[in-house]
């Protein structure tokens, strides 16, 4: 496990550019590995930040530099699957807005396996302390319902297949020739 790595603190003028004579010392920026901060949050919540990573780069959300290592990564799929990311690492710069976007996909990660009915554990005090938000999981429970409604889950009656029909004269009817057979024959294909 890497620990998070701090850059040499910056000098800045307190006034202006060339001042000097009245430099402060900025606080040093935190930098942290992209599999530290993974590890950081439970597998199952792990899957809507592998998957929004490179959004979140590119539109200046996180500040990251890559790295040489490789990392391998468990978390679960959107059907709740065991799955592993494999690729490299990343450093970070440990900002309040990456740990914002972190808790926020973390969040999505929950939403997303619940509504694939992966058997995720939600508790009452989660969505009595606003972790999780209670309308909408309330509009998740009720898409799902909905679904059960449309496709019962209750085993149907079997029934019977009907008997092989027959033509006038007492023969079987010919069976129904499938639509993408070859219509050429042997003959023909000389």
Same mark, same amino acid.
């Given at each position: 496990?890497?620990?998070?790595?701090?850059?040499?603190?910056?000098?800045?003028?307190?006034?202006?550019?060339?001042?000097?004579?009245?430099?402060?010392?900025?606080?040093?920026?935190?930098?942290?590995?992209?599999?530290?901060?993974?590890?950081?949050?439970?597998? $199952?919540?792990?899957?809507?930040p592998?998957?929004?990573? $490179?959004?979140? *780069?590119?539109?200046?959300?996180?500040?990251?530099?890559?790295?040489?290592?490789? *990392?391998?990564?468990?978390?679960?799929?959107?059907?709740?699957?065991?799955?592993?990311? $494999?690729?490299?690492?990343?450093?970070?710069?440990?900002?309040?807005?990456? @740990?914002?976007?972190?808790?926020?996909?973390?969040?999505e990660?929950?939403?997303?396996?619940?509504?694939?009915?992966?058997?995720?554990?939600?508790?009452?005090?989660?969505?009595?302390?606003?972790?999780?938000?209670?309308?909408?999981?309330?509009?998740?429970?009720?898409?799902?319902?909905?679904? @059960?409604?449309?496709?019962?889950?209750?085993?149907?009656?079997?029934?019977?297949?009907?008997?092989?029909?027959k033509?006038?004269?007492?023969?079987?009817?010919?069976?129904?020739?499938?639509?993408?057979?070859?219509?050429?024959?042997?003959?023909?294909a000389?």
């Open positions: 496990m890497h620990d998070p790595i701090t850059l040499p603190a910056a000098t800045l003028p307190e006034h202006g550019p060339g001042n000097r004579a009245a430099e402060q010392q900025a606080p040093a920026p935190t930098l942290i590995r992209l599999s530290t901060l993974l590890e950081s949050v439970a597998k $199952e919540d792990r899957i809507k592998l998957q929004e990573f $490179e959004r979140a *780069i590119h539109k200046g959300v996180i500040a990251a530099a890559p790295l040489h290592d490789t *990392i391998t990564v468990p978390y679960l799929d959107a059907q709740g699957r065991d799955a592993t990311h $494999e690729g490299t690492d990343d450093l970070l710069l440990d900002t309040p807005e990456l @740990r914002a976007w972190l808790a926020t996909q973390v969040s990660s929950r939403y997303l396996l619940i509504q694939n009915g992966a058997p995720i554990q939600i508790t009452q005090q989660q969505i009595e302390s606003g972790e999780l938000d209670f309308e909408r999981l309330s509009a998740i429970r009720k898409a799902v319902a909905g679904q @059960r409604v449309q496709t019962p889950a209750a085993p149907q009656a079997k029934t019977s297949k009907p008997a092989a029909s033509s006038k004269s007492g023969q079987k009817a010919p069976a129904a020739k499938a639509k993408d057979a070859p219509t050429t024959t042997p003959d023909a000389k």
